[in-house]
């Protein structure tokens, strides 16, 4: 072997030999690493919403509830949006999570008032299903409403199967 | 049905703002493809939707962005059809041992920065639907990924095609896509087969099977295209059409086996003959609607997709700036120590690693997928697109301070240069 070949592979032994190498080592020790549960998707939120009555802000619930709520998530951090309801920001720990609601229109309850979702996934189905309660703030006569929510099948994506 | 007027407007409005931001950037001597990818971001959420979100509803409603999507993904195939026919893997052999280490080191170590950078972000970024290995192959194949078009298109308008740091940086460029293609289509198989029921070992032997029938049978008959070409100068509209049949059939035998609708576009365009002249003819006869029309559209629907104010807050902005740092480490830093050991000059070393940095518009082909697919989230998509927009615009700046012209070789005979300047693609041969 010449001496420019044998500095050829010595080279290539050490630029791409060696970083494949470490590729191998950083795939192994990222196996044992875990991500937050996936809620990523469109999700239908049943509450018995008879049992609110003629509270205040029953309109509220209703109209927020009226539509499915669609979670974009990133790591912890979810982003909530749904068309009777504005964008808001959530997170998730483990199987507690939690965001804001705010309608989209107003309901009869003042501007800028929030229902707080507060929910624990159920973590035995793929997380298909979470179940909590709904706390209106400032609203200190208001107890908080039961609901469970149901994920929906997302639509294909375009060139995806 | 698609609502026409809609339809027809979004076309309109996209055309003209993709324009007018690519002359802006024109006169920046950024090339034109940089500003019209900025020009989607523009029109998209992180902007348009912004500052004028009712204007922005009645621009994009949601239920007409599935006709854009579909005609943008038309172009797309369209383009990778002719990236596959504009690249010539051949052409490494020809450049010796810098070119090969360096086209490797080039994959490699922005790989193994990013599979780095993975056991990172995979907890703050990612979730539970996603394999901690498809999250770091992805990253690692988005990084690795050079963009061919837009290298070229520097490469031109600096007249530097036909010197060694180009003829280098094109062949480089060139593995990189094969190479990173190869890679995102194993990736794409994995995730897919976890949700399909064909198994995974069904879908690699059909793609081997295929692979091996485009490559043994198709590719010889793909030759008398170049033999009529020759003989007469021209093709007619009959054989052209066969042409984009070809390709839309291989693209849709890809879909069926289950990776994507590109990888056979791609593919198609990669086994058709080299002759420069031929090259240059077919491109000729597409590269016009497609580049001017098509992929116009294709940078508003990732525009559209592109959300920046889904990076919030300091901590996702230094995820953000990482995601640049070691994209920019592994592929420049890579490819500037790989071409510096084989005996290039230190300045035209790193020439080479600023250029094989261009990511442009091949990497937002692949963030689209990964989104498509599940393996990124749209965070991590805006972050990438960031990242994508980052390295493109830095190119040429920094390749003018690092490399002046003067220090740089004359064209050789057999460079390949645009024919106009609205190409991404390489064109005809100069030689005389």
């Given at each position: 072997m010449?001496?420019?070949?044998?500095?050829?592979?010595?080279?290539?032994?050490?630029?791409?030999?060696?970083?494949?190498?470490?590729?191998?080592?950083?795939?192994?020790?990222?196996?044992?690493?875990?991500?937050?549960?996936?809620?990523?998707?469109?999700?239908?939120?049943?509450?018995?919403?008879?049992?609110?009555?003629?509270?205040?802000?029953?309109?509220?619930?209703?109209?927020?509830?009226?539509?499915?709520?669609?979670?974009?998530?990133?790591?912890?951090?979810?982003?909530?949006?749904?068309?009777?309801?504005?964008?808001?920001?959530?997170?998730?720990?483990?199987?507690?999570?939690?965001?804001?609601?705010?309608?989209?229109?107003?309901?009869?309850?003042?501007?800028?008032?929030?229902?707080?979702?507060?929910?624990?996934?159920?973590?035995?189905?793929?997380?298909?299903?979470?179940?909590?309660?709904?706390?209106?703030t400032d609203c200190a006569s208001c107890a908080p409403i039961e609901f469970h929510a149901i994920k929906q099948r997302k639509p294909r994506a375009a060139g995806a199967h | 049905m698609p609502?026409?007027?809609?339809?027809?407007?979004?076309?309109?409005?996209?055309?003209?703002?993709?324009?007018?931001?690519?002359?802006?950037?024109?006169?920046?001597?950024?090339?034109k493809v940089v500003g019209e990818m900025f020009a989607g971001i523009m029109l998209g959420p992180s902007l348009l939707?912004?500052?004028?979100?009712?204007?922005?509803?009645?621009?994009?409603?949601?239920?007409?962005?599935?006709?854009?999507?579909?005609?943008?993904?038309?172009?797309?195939?369209?383009?990778?059809?002719?990236?596959?026919?504009?690249?010539?893997?051949?052409?490494?052999?020809?450049?010796?041992?810098?070119?090969?280490?360096?086209?490797?080191?080039?994959i490699t170590a922005p790989f193994v920065l990013a599979s780095a950078l993975a056991l990172f972000l995979y907890p703050r970024v990612s979730d539970s639907s996603v394999t901690f290995t498809n999250f770091a192959l992805f990253m690692g194949a988005a990084m690795s990924?050079?963009?061919?078009?837009?290298?070229?298109?520097?490469?031109?308008?600096?007249?530097?095609?036909?010197?060694?740091?180009?003829?280098?940086?094109?062949?480089?460029?060139?593995?990189?896509?094969?190479?990173?293609?190869?890679?995102?289509?194993?990736?794409?198989?994995?995730?897919?087969?976890?949700?399909?029921?064909r198994t995974?070992?069904?879908?690699?032997?059909?793609?081997?099977?295929?692979?091996?029938?485009?490559?043994?049978?198709?590719?010889?008959?793909l030759r008398g295209f170049m033999r009529i070409y020759t003989k007469k100068g021209e093709l007619s509209e009959n054989l052209l059409a066969l042409m984009i049949l070809l390709v839309l059939a291989s693209a849709l035998m890809?879909?069926?086996?289950?990776?994507?609708?590109?990888?056979?576009?791609?593919?198609?365009?990669?086994?058709?003959?080299?002759?420069?002249?031929?090259?240059?003819?077919?491109?000729?006869?597409?590269e016009t609607i497609t580049i001017t029309l098509l992929l116009p559209l294709f940078f508003a629907f990732t525009?559209?997709?592109?959300?920046?104010?889904?990076?919030?807050?300091?901590?996702?902005?230094?995820?953000?700036?990482l995601i640049i740092l070691v994209a920019t480490a592994g592929k420049l830093g890579g490819s500037t120590i790989a071409a510096w050991v084989t005996g290039m000059p230190i300045r035209e070393a790193a020439g080479l690693g600023t250029l094989m940095n261009t990511r442009g518009l091949m990497e937002l082909v692949i963030l689209n997928i990964g989104l498509d697919i599940g393996v990124i989230s749209p965070a991590l998509f805006s972050m990438m697109v960031i990242m994508a927009l980052v390295t493109t615009f830095m190119t040429t700046p920094v390749l003018k301070l690092i490399c002046p012209e003067a220090m740089l070789n004359a064209p050789s005979e057999s460079t390949v240069r645009p024919s106009s300047p609205t190409n991404v693609l390489p064109s005809e041969s100069q030689v005389a």
């Open positions: 010449s001496t420019t070949n044998r500095k050829f592979v010595i080279a290539y032994i050490v630029l791409v030999g060696l970083p494949l190498l470490g590729m191998v080592a950083a795939l192994r020790s990222g196996r044992h690493l875990t991500a937050p549960i996936s809620v990523d998707g469109t999700w239908k939120i049943e509450a018995n919403l008879t049992s609110i009555g003629n509270r205040s802000c029953a309109n509220q619930v209703s109209s927020v509830l009226s539509s499915p709520l669609v979670i974009s998530q990133s790591g912890p951090n979810l982003v909530v949006s749904s068309s009777s309801a504005k964008t808001s920001s959530g997170t998730i720990d483990g199987t507690n999570l939690q965001f804001p609601l705010v309608p989209a229109a107003d309901s009869g309850c003042g501007n800028g008032q929030t229902i707080t979702l507060a929910a624990v996934l159920d973590s035995k189905s793929d997380a298909d299903t979470f179940a909590g309660h709904l706390t209106g | 609502n026409l007027f809609t339809l027809t407007f979004q076309l309109a409005v996209v055309l003209a703002v993709c324009r007018l931001v690519g002359e802006l950037f024109r006169l920046i001597h950024q090339p939707g912004w500052i004028a979100p009712h204007a922005s509803a009645y621009l994009f409603p949601p239920t007409s962005l599935g006709f854009l999507s579909a005609l943008s993904q038309v172009g797309v195939v369209v383009f990778m059809f002719l990236v596959g026919l504009g690249i010539n893997p051949g052409e490494l052999k020809k450049e010796g041992h810098s070119a090969v280490l360096t086209s490797h080191v080039s990924i050079t963009a061919f078009p837009v290298l070229a298109r520097i490469l031109s308008e600096r007249n530097l095609l036909g010197s060694r740091l180009g003829t280098v940086a094109i062949a480089c460029a060139a593995v990189d896509d094969v190479t990173g293609w190869c890679i995102l289509a194993y990736i794409v198989v994995l995730v897919r087969a976890e949700h399909s029921s995974i070992w069904m879908t690699i032997i059909g793609l081997a099977i295929f692979g091996v029938v485009m490559i043994y049978v198709v590719r010889p008959l890809t879909e069926y086996l289950g990776i994507h609708l590109l990888f056979g576009a791609f593919l198609m365009g990669a086994i058709m003959p080299k002759g420069p002249r031929f090259v240059r003819y077919v491109l000729d006869r597409f525009g559209l997709r592109t959300n920046i104010g889904l990076v919030k807050g300091s901590e996702m902005w230094m995820y953000c700036g």
